[in-house]
């Protein structure tokens, strides 16, 4: 690893940017300037800022993570790093137990290559999803929530298991919710809820809303439902700024209503994302993308072609987030909510050396990927 010293950057102190120098070395951020050999980086113009974190992706280059395959892993993990996402923590599909316990195991085994993203979790999507909701989720496999099933796939992943989605009308999920809730971060997903419903997962210790707006009902001044559930719980909502899913203005909203610091941007990439237009999959079921919109056959919205960087930008640029929440959205807080707080998504001394450098444009001019430059 070599010894970084990053200099004229404006750097993100986790409120505000600020100018000041970075220090690097053994692949953490530290106070004063290393000792010794120095690799001198000039960003003079640049906004540094903390490595971006995935919490709910699919896939990129032709890769699925439900592929299951150390293959797909690498490749799709070396694209997130080359994009700037350094920590990712891929979303599976609603299949049988089987299929993911072999994609479990096949992320319990995998060693992050030196120039990919760190492989920092799993979040389990489906199949504890309402069969009404399905999306772009396989209705086959849906099934209700089952603690001992997911305590077989929790160690067949050795733990990597860190969010866990459920729908809580359906029978079991508030048991569900009062078995795991202390073990692992529960969202709610893919629902028909209503704002009782919600509250009462909440409070059993539901914590998380996957891609909000997305597969729920929508928030109506006498039907809240869980959007005004989540928003009374303090919950952490995750949101899709690929500029299909989400009209600009329920961004805005939602970053008013739940605020910066619980805010998490999300790809929800599939295989497509860095590919051209074409034919691919999620799920087992065939999926067509057209520019950054991909659909099922029959027009539903089958996740994203857009990569968090991508989404980043979309959210400053033309949505009107400012600048400052959108790296809380897409870094600290997802972070934070993978239990990685001080680890990744702050550029304080002592945390893994995972830096983003952006120009004026927000286009990506370095990725130090923890202590290297990509």
């Known amino acids: 690893m070599s010894a970084l010293k990053i200099t004229g950057a404006r750097v993100f102190d986790g409120d505000a940017f600020v100018a000041r120098d970075l220090f690097v070395d053994d692949g953490r951020i530290v106070e004063e300037a290393p000792e010794g050999d120095v690799c001198v980086i000039d960003a003079a113009g640049c906004y540094a800022i903390p490595g971006l974190v995935d919490v709910h992706s699919h896939g990129a280059v032709g890769y699925d993570f439900c592929d299951g395959t150390h293959e797909a892993i690498d490749a799709i993990c070396r694209y997130q790093a080359s994009r700037g996402v350094t920590a990712y923590c891929p979303a599976t599909m609603t299949y049988p137990e089987e299929k993911l316990a072999g994609i479990a195991r096949c992320a319990a085994e995998h060693v ?4 990919a993203a760190a492989l920092v979790g799993i979040n389990m999507e489906g199949p504890y999803i309402s069969p009404s909701k399905v999306g772009a989720q396989n209705p086959a496999y849906v099934q209700a929530p089952d603690a001992a099933m997911f305590e077989r796939l929790q160690d067949a992943a050795g733990g ?3 969010i866990v989605d459920i729908a809580p009308e ?6 569900f919710v009062k078995a795991q809730g202390d073990k ?5 997903a893919h629902t028909c809820a209503t704002y009782d419903e919600a509250k009462a997962a909440f409070d059993a210790g539901a914590k998380h809303v996957t891609h909000l707006f997305n597969a729920m009902p929508p928030l109506a001044h006498r039907e809240p439902g869980v959007i005004g559930a989540a928003a009374d719980a303090g919950a952490t909502p995750e949101i899709i700024t690929d500029g299909v899913h989400i009209h600009p203005a329920a961004v805005r909203a939602a970053f008013k209503l739940f605020g910066d610091d619980k805010m998490i941007l999300i790809s929800d990439s ?3 994302t860095g590919l051209d237009d074409g034919e691919y999959s999620l799920g087992g079921q065939a999926v067509t993308v057209r520019g950054n919109r991909a659909t099922l056959h029959d027009g539903t919205l089958a996740g994203s072609a857009t990569d968090l960087m991508g989404c980043f930008r979309v959210a400053v640029r033309d949505m009107e987030i400012p600048l400052v929440s959108a790296v809380k959205a897409a870094s600290c807080n997802p972070a934070r ?3 990685l707080e001080g680890e990744r998504g702050t550029l304080a001394a002592g945390a893994i050396a995972d830096i983003v450098l ?3 444009g927000l286009d990506i001019e370095h990725v130090v990927l923890r202590g290297n430059v990509l």
């Open 337 to 339: 909510a993978l239990g």
């Open 112 to 115: 992050d290559a030196p120039d």
């Open 270 to 272: 599939m295989m497509a």
């Open 170 to 175: 359906v029978p079991a999920a508030l048991d």
């Open 358 to 360: 952006l120009n004026e």
């Open 184 to 188: 692992v971060r529960i969202s709610i």
């Open 160 to 162: 990597l298991f860190k």
